[in-house]
């Protein structure tokens, strides 16, 4: 259902199995209500959906084209994912794979008691995912009028095309590629106790490192990220004046 969602365009419906009941004399006695609710902005939800769409960056990914099977099902648009459990000890457990269109959200999953697989290959999944998503879209659908080959999920009104990075992209109508992304900075940290530097620190072990400030488009948010080990949110407590 969460995957519904992103593909409704961030509408999120309560999940149910019937949509009314009769009793014997034929009289209405539950009825589902649709009280849908907007969960994620529609231009972020497509952004979403751009992504888990595209097979091609998939087949570069994993080095070949026999790796796309599922994620590109012959004749139908899907935008998928795949995912593992970890036992704990480096190995998968599990291993599912969801799906949608514009009319159906599936989702498969292959384990057993717990044990770790004997592979961490998703393959079994996604043949599956593939089989389905090819008959239900083509089979049921299709014959109810509901979908026809080369039906995607429409584009929201504020996605836009630019250029990240040199790179054509699309994008939500609030990016300001001008504006937000990654600056980097140096700052003084102790080398000793790896926070930054203060008045006390002496010269001995003062270090400067070069951390990234990260500014996020929407919230406008500043995050900066220091090199492994060292905390850019606190200052150096082990020397005193």
């Not at 999940?15 to 994620?40: A, G, H, P, R």
């Not at 998503?133 to 979908?147: D, E, I, L, R, T």
């Not at 300001?176 to 940290?189: A, P």
Request: glycine letters at 8%; one cysteine or more; a positive charge.
């Amino acid at each position: 259902n969460a995957y519904a969602s992103i593909a409704r365009g961030g509408v999120y419906k309560e999940l149910t199995y019937f949509t009314e009941v009769k009793n014997s004399s034929n009289q209405k006695i539950f009825e589902w209500k649709d009280e849908s609710k907007q969960i994620i902005d529609a231009q972020a939800a497509y952004e979403l959906t751009d992504i888990l769409s595209d097979a091609n960056a998939r087949t570069t990914t994993f080095g070949g084209q026999s790796r796309s099977y599922g994620f590109s099902v012959p004749g139908v648009w899907t935008a998928s994912k795949t995912g593992t459990t970890d036992n704990g000890k480096g190995a998968a457990k599990d291993s599912w794979m969801m799906s949608y269109s514009p009319v159906v959200a599936a989702g498969v999953w292959s384990g057993h008691d717990g044990r770790a697989l004997r592979s961490a290959d998703n393959s079994s999944v996604r043949r599956v995912i593939n089989e389905y998503m090819s008959g239900v879209h083509k089979q049921v659908y299709a014959a109810n009028g509901k979908w026809k080959a080369g039906d995607k999920i429409e584009k929201p009104a504020g996605i836009r095309n630019c250029t990240i990075n040199g790179r054509n992209d699309i994008c939500p109508s609030w990016w300001d590629n001008s504006k937000t992304g990654s600056v980097t900075k140096e700052i003084e940290f102790d080398s000793v106790s790896k926070k930054k530097a203060t008045q006390c620190t002496p010269e001995s072990t003062r270090v400067k490192l070069t951390v990234f400030e990260t500014t996020d488009p929407v919230s406008k948010k500043k995050t900066i990220t220091a090199p492994d080990g060292y905390n850019v949110n606190e200052d150096d407590d082990i020397h005193k004046c």
